[in-house]
């Protein structure tokens, strides 16, 4: 019996870790399994050539709301040019409501529900032998026109499941894709919009075990481990225990987690100040809503002031990079009351702020109380709202429109400066400059068209001038910075009129070829000659103080904030400015920083912004990281 286990993913990076517990589960019995990775931008057609041409007995899909609707096409035609196969359906999507996909799609022959390895591998000996199929607890069928559902499955003891991680084909792109790992299933909560909270209790693998097989990962050239985890850090020991390890066998690897910020003890938050090595790990947070109302009645236990405070210790000791999510659409939270919840969580400006619409995935409690919130929503997956008793279409579009630019210009990190200034010190608050920079995007029509990086700042820089926004020199200036350090190689073009004359640009150059300890001792040990510095600098003079305007955007804004923070934080790898080589002027560095306000509304810049011009000295390729370096000189 020839098997094909597959999936649809969302992107090619990403790897299925369903099929393969699958195959390491049914292995040992069933020799002839086959995983089969697609993604959801890959032709219906190809893929059904491809799995026709593979002339498999069973097809099992594994099925999530990104990938539902292509899978359901494929099954159509998949039963159309091979009849005889078996295709059995698999994963969270398809688990809690089996019989509405059977009635929906008739090439569906059997659906597995909740942990899949026990009983998939009990089906797949009743396919091959008697086909006692009401004996497949877990499992729905057709017994002729009839679709049969049976008893669920009891839960799997995890340390009784194979590893999935030691296919041997799977180790050449261990390095090109992301692996996705578990140590638990379940969770402790019960938060009603999630599917995490059906099921009740949290189950581990043996952490020795889970070692051993990060360990094996690592060493074959894993980059990027993503954990599963619903809530990583809910065993503390357990968690402390595997921070550790990780700190010690990272190899330069990645690892991703899904943690509850406001149940993080200080001593953890002191040991990952302490130890984590900068950029290992990245912490995904889901607060979803500040509104206290609102949490109470999707069952979300949330002390945001003790989240606020652990984002922002993680935040001060800049070894770890926070994703913060946000849902909007939940019971109780209007526009109004959002854009509150938007402005309390981006006070902290994390690094990443994802701004969701609330799904109503099948399975859910919120789903079942549709009708109590008057809520409106997509039949097919994935299933967002378009309305609710507090929020309307109008809103939902509107919000839509923010959510574009937040990510094009907060969450892509290619404005990282003009951003923080914005939002410091120009608009009334976060949601009111992307909101309106979204509905100025939309009127212009410029949601139909792409973009190359420089349409980007033009169209911001039209947006600020026809609103009539003041400091247009500063914010042109740090657009200037942005876009030279959103480069690997010196640009060959800009998106503004150079006006630094050639003779200046040329007796600057020739001062800084000439005294180059004076900038860094890296750039006079580099001994770069004038010739080799024209081919790997940019040079732009600023019409104001640029080390005033990075001192009022640098530091911690939100309130739990440390009171010592370095203010180099804003530049990337970068040493400090140094003394003129011009004017021959004192040395100036910027001076640590911490803004603590627990209000997002904007402040007023430093009247020291407007003393002096600065030459803005950008270098390319001149190290390992080939990140873009700058320095700054006062004029």
């Given at each position: ?276 090595p900068p950029g290992i790990f990245r912490f995904e947070i889901g607060v979803q809503s500040t509104n206290d109302e609102t949490n109470e009645l999707v069952k979300r236990r949330q002390n945001f002031k003790k989240l606020s405070r652990t984002v922002m210790k993680i935040k001060e000791s800049r070894n770890i990079d926070q994703h913060l999510d946000l849902i909007a659409g939940l019971p109780m939270e209007d526009y109004t009351t959002f854009r509150k919840t938007f402005n309390d969580v981006f006070v902290m400006e994390p690094e990443e702020l994802q701004l969701g619409f609330l799904k109503m995935l099948r399975g859910t409690g919120l789903r079942a109380q549709a009708a109590k919130y008057e809520y409106t929503y997509m039949e097919h997956a994935p299933y967002e709202i378009l309305s609710s008793h507090m929020m309307t279409f109008s809103d939902i579009i509107r919000l839509k429109r923010l959510e574009d630019v937040l990510e094009k210009y907060w969450n892509s990190h290619r404005m990282d400066h ?218």
């Amino acid at each position: 019996m020839k098997i094909v286990l597959t999936t649809l993913n969302a992107k090619y990076i990403h790897t299925s870790l369903a099929i393969r517990l699958l195959k390491a589960y049914s292995e040992h019995e069933f020799k002839d399994i086959h995983l089969v990775e697609y993604t959801i931008k890959d032709p219906v057609m190809n893929i059904v050539s491809d799995l026709f041409q593979k002339r498999p007995d069973v097809i099992g899909f594994s099925c999530y709301i990104w990938n539902i609707e292509e899978t359901l096409k494929l099954i159509g035609i998949l039963k159309q040019v091979m009849p005889e196969v078996t295709i059995v359906l698999g994963g969270p999507e398809v688990s809690y409501e089996p019989l509405h996909w059977m009635k929906r799609e008739a090439g569906i022959d059997f659906i597995v529900n909740g942990d899949g390895e026990e009983t998939f591998h009990h089906l797949l000996q009743e396919l091959r032998d008697d086909r006692k199929f009401h004996f497949v607890y877990g499992a729905a069928y057709r017994k002729g026109e009839e679709i049969i559902v049976n008893p669920p499955r009891p839960k799997s003891d995890l340390n009784t499941l194979p590893t999935p991680h030691r296919f041997p084909e799977d180790i050449p792109d261990l390095s090109k894709r992301i692996v996705y790992f578990e140590t638990s299933r379940g969770c402790p909560f019960n938060c009603q919009f999630c599917l995490s909270s059906i099921e009740v209790g949290v189950r581990y693998y043996d952490i020795e075990r889970v070692k051993s097989d990060l360990l094996y990962l690592i060493e074959n050239g894993a980059k990027i481990i993503k954990f599963l985890d619903r809530t990583f850090n809910i065993n503390r020991n357990y968690a402390m225990e595997m921070f550790q390890f990780l700190i010690d066998n990272h190899q330069g690897c990645v690892f991703q987690f899904e943690i509850t910020a406001d149940i993080m003890r200080p001593e953890v938050l002191d040991f990952l100040s302490n130890n984590a090595p900068p950029g290992i790990f990245r912490f995904e947070i889901g607060v979803q809503s500040t509104n206290d109302e609102t949490n109470e009645l999707v069952k979300r236990r949330q002390n945001f002031k003790k989240l606020s405070r652990t984002v922002m210790k993680i935040k001060e000791s800049r070894n770890i990079d926070q994703h913060l999510d946000l849902i909007a659409g939940l019971p109780m939270e209007d526009y109004t009351t959002f854009r509150k919840t938007f402005n309390d969580v981006f006070v902290m400006e994390p690094e990443e702020l994802q701004l969701g619409f609330l799904k109503m995935l099948r399975g859910t409690g919120l789903r079942a109380q549709a009708a109590k919130y008057e809520y409106t929503y997509m039949e097919h997956a994935p299933y967002e709202i378009l309305s609710s008793h507090m929020m309307t279409f109008s809103d939902i579009i509107r919000l839509k429109r923010l959510e574009d630019v937040l990510e094009k210009y907060w969450n892509s990190h290619r404005m990282d400066h003009t951003a923080k200034y914005l939002i410091r010190h120009v608009f009334d608050s976060p949601f009111d400059f992307f909101q309106e920079f979204g509905d100025y995007w939309e009127e212009r029509g410029w949601q139909k068209i792409g973009h190359q990086l420089e349409d980007l700042f033009t169209r911001l820089q039209s947006f600020l001038i026809d609103r009539g926004t003041p400091s247009m020199d500063i914010i042109t200036g740090l657009m200037k910075l942005d876009y030279f350090l959103g480069h690997k190689y010196k640009p060959r073009k800009i998106w503004w009129d150079f006006v630094l004359d050639k003779s200046d640009w040329s007796s600057y150059l020739r001062d800084i070829a000439a005294n180059p300890g004076q900038i860094s001792a890296q750039l006079a040990e580099a001994g770069l000659s004038e010739r080799e510095l024209q081919k790997y600098t940019v040079l732009e003079v600023l019409p104001f103080s640029l080390e005033a305007v990075l001192e009022s955007i640098s530091g911690l804004r939100a309130d739990g904030g440390s009171e010592e923070e370095e203010a180099d934080n804003v530049v990337d790898g970068v040493v400090p400015s140094s003394e003129s080589l011009i004017q021959g002027g004192t040395e100036s560095s910027l001076e640590e920083s911490v803004q603590t306000t627990s209000s997002a509304v904007a402040v007023a810049e430093p009247s020291s912004v407007r003393e002096g011009r600065t030459l803005l000295i950008v270098m390319y390729q001149q190290n390992e990281s080939q990140r873009a370096q700058y320095y700054t000189l006062p004029l």
